[in-house]
């Protein structure tokens, strides 16, 4: 089983930053890409950005230049650092990993979520 445990959500005025950690635990040795989703109220959950193991990085169009995903290997740990944040960034912001699995697809383990609140 792979845990996952968010951090570092609050609340920024627009234009300022926040960094968001999420920590994997457990069996982690088949984790495969590990990223942050965002659902604002009203919307549905939506990719903002992903990681994989050769470092490739994946962004939603609304927040490149803004945003940056980076991982460090050694402690388990994805980051998300915003910069520039807008109101729209506004939403509950969710770590996800991919765990692989040898005879079986890849499940995907979610975290509890995160508040990002941007104000005007």
């Known amino acids: 089983q792979v845990q996952v445990l968010e951090s570092g959500g609050g609340l920024v005025q627009a234009g300022g930053s926040l960094r968001l950690s999420c920590a994997a635990s457990?069996?982690?040795?088949?984790?495969?890409?590990m990223g942050w989703y965002r659902q604002a109220l009203g919307n549905q959950r939506e990719l903002v950005a992903e990681?994989?193991?050769?470092?490739?990085?994946t962004y939603a169009d609304s927040v490149k230049g803004r945003f940056t995903i980076s991982g460090d290997n050694a402690k388990n740990t994805v980051y998300l650092q915003m910069n520039s944040l807008k109101p729209e960034d506004t939403a509950v912001y969710y770590c996800?990993?991919?765990?692989?699995?040898?005879?079986?697809?890849?499940?995907?383990?979610w975290g509890q979520g995160t508040q990002v609140t941007v104000s005007s």
């Open positions: 996800r990993i991919v765990v692989l699995r040898t005879t079986r697809p890849p499940y995907y383990v």
């Open positions: 457990g069996s982690i040795n088949n984790i495969n890409a």
């Open positions: 990681i994989s193991p050769d470092t490739s990085t």
